[in-house]
């Protein structure tokens, strides 16, 4: 493909890109559609017939997703197709769910409608999304605050075990008059930012190989400093926060971070024994996450006659939920997850999905988020600039890891976290953070594409100069020579 470029005029996006977009609205119809079927089934699970506000709902959806798309095709056009779909479908899906609980709650419960302050706080999401995408030209420019971003983030990830008012256990929300929020769920951004500019200027010195252990190359001693002060940050989180959750992302992420910049799997063992060891520590000495220990290894001890003390009923419900809705679900609005009293409010409602829609829901949900997964690491590997790959790499993680400690309790694979699942889960802190991911994961895929679709200048062109730019030159050095 030729082109040609004079100065001041505009650089027309490739065809190539323009396919990606028009591939992307497509698959933004197709998720709004999947999701109005989704309304539309609880809906008529729960009352027989559509909501009143079921169009308005639906026409909602659809203005936000092709309101971001309109944003990334003008400012990022050459971002990954997969990206926004993901993440409009399972948000969707999510306000169907919590919509669908509230009915249940409102019922039984006489409490207060979760979905409305949801739908505003998805609104905000988009619009911090849409300022993103504008306003950062590129992702290296974080790279020029990283060591800011790192000193607000460590401020905010150890902010709430200096405010009151513990929530299911764990001390992770901090409370300003009516507002409370999350500060945890945005400094594992920042501090992923931190992440890829610190290994970034430290890898060759990282890479370095120490001793052997049974044919593994352990690092050496004299560069375990970064590593033990991650642990140790953890670990205070994890203390005196009881927020095992963040935790184990935070140290996890760093971890796979650290392995995608050195490739060592030294990196890799040390800090999984690392993590065992901090893990059982807290299992034994942390009253609130031993509970959740207990729990986790006998569901059934609330029901006893002398229940123990810190013993809950929320797994045992969860199972209940799951087997109940077997391998096809009993059909959305049908479920009685409603019996788990918060489910709408935190990370049982994939319990929900086990429920009504049955294991084939709950493998389909996990799968887009490894689909989301994986299109954050197949961005890391496009991209050619380290800062750029371990950035992405470190989101990708990130969002896996999240997903894994969240569904992992909730299906009893390991004791119960407390995080929220990502976009399905009700929490604004939740939403706008996890959006705002969405916006990086796009204008890193931005940056890879456009470095393989842009046309490359031909080595062999011949240099044409216009008899004006001649006319031009010669002035300017008449006027240098005078």
Not at 45 to 74: M, N, Q, W
Not at 370 to 391: H, I, N, Y
């Amino acid at each position: 493909m030729g082109a040609r470029s004079s100065r001041g005029a505009a650089v027309e996006v490739v065809p190539g890109a323009k396919r990606r977009r028009n591939l992307e609205l497509f698959l933004l119809l197709f998720a709004v559609v999947v999701c109005g079927f989704a309304k539309a089934s609880a809906d008529l699970g729960l009352t027989g017939k559509l909501s009143g506000g079921f169009l308005t709902d639906v026409l909602g959806l659809a203005a936000l997703a092709i309101a971001a798309h309109l944003v990334v095709r003008k400012w990022a056009p050459y971002a990954d197709p997969l990206i926004l779909p993901l993440a409009v479908v399972l948000t969707g899906l999510g306000l169907v769910l919590i919509d669908r609980l509230d009915t249940s709650y409102i019922k039984v419960y006489n409490s207060t409608a979760a979905a409305p302050n949801q739908v505003m706080w998805t609104v905000i999401a988009v619009v911090v999304f849409a300022a993103v995408i504008i306003m950062v030209k590129h992702h290296r420019l974080l790279s020029r605050y990283t060591y800011l971003l790192m000193a607000i983030s460590l401020i905010a990830l150890v902010a709430p075990a200096f405010f009151s008012g513990d929530q299911y256990g764990a001390r992770r929300w901090i409370h300003l008059g009516p507002l409370s929020f999350q500060p945890g769920e945005f400094t594992k951004l920042a501090i992923i930012v931190f992440f890829a500019s610190y290994l970034m200027a430290n890898r060759d010195a990282l890479a370095l190989v120490g001793r052997r252990f049974m044919g593994i190359a352990l690092p050496r001693g004299r560069n375990m400093g970064p590593i033990l002060v991650v642990w140790a940050v953890s670990l205070v989180v994890l203390v005196f926060e009881s927020d095992l959750g963040t935790s184990l992302i935070f140290f996890g992420a760093f971890i796979i971070m650290l392995y995608v910049a050195t490739e060592r799997t030294g990196w890799v063992v040390l800090g999984a024994l690392m993590a065992v060891g901090g893990a059982v520590a807290a299992g034994t000495l942390v009253t609130h996450v031993k509970y959740r220990v207990n729990n986790w290894l006998d569901p059934m001890a609330a029901y006893s006659p002398t229940p123990p003390t810190g013993s809950s009923p929320q797994l045992a419900e969860s199972l209940f939920s799951l087997g109940h809705g077997g391998l096809l679900g009993t059909g959305l609005g049908r479920g009685d997850s409603w019996l788990i009293a918060f489910a709408g409010r935190s990370d049982w409602i994939l319990a929900t999905v086990g429920e009504e829609l049955g294991t084939a829901g709950i493998m389909v949900v996990l799968v887009l988020y490894l689909m989301l997964g994986q299109r954050g690491m197949r961005t890391a590997v496009r991209l050619t600039d380290p800062f750029g790959k371990l950035l992405a790499a470190g989101l990708a993680a990130a969002l896996v890891l999240q997903v894994f400690v969240v569904a992992g309790g909730v299906l009893g694979l390991i004791p119960q976290t407390g995080k929220a699942l990502p976009f399905l889960a009700q929490g604004g802190s939740s939403t706008v953070a996890n959006w705002l991911m969405i916006a990086l994961l796009i204008k890193l895929s931005d940056a890879a594409g456009r470095a393989e679709m842009e046309p490359k200048p031909d080595p062999n062109a011949t240099l044409t100069i216009s008899a004006e730019e001649i006319a031009r030159a010669q002035a300017e050095m008449e006027q240098l020579g005078n």
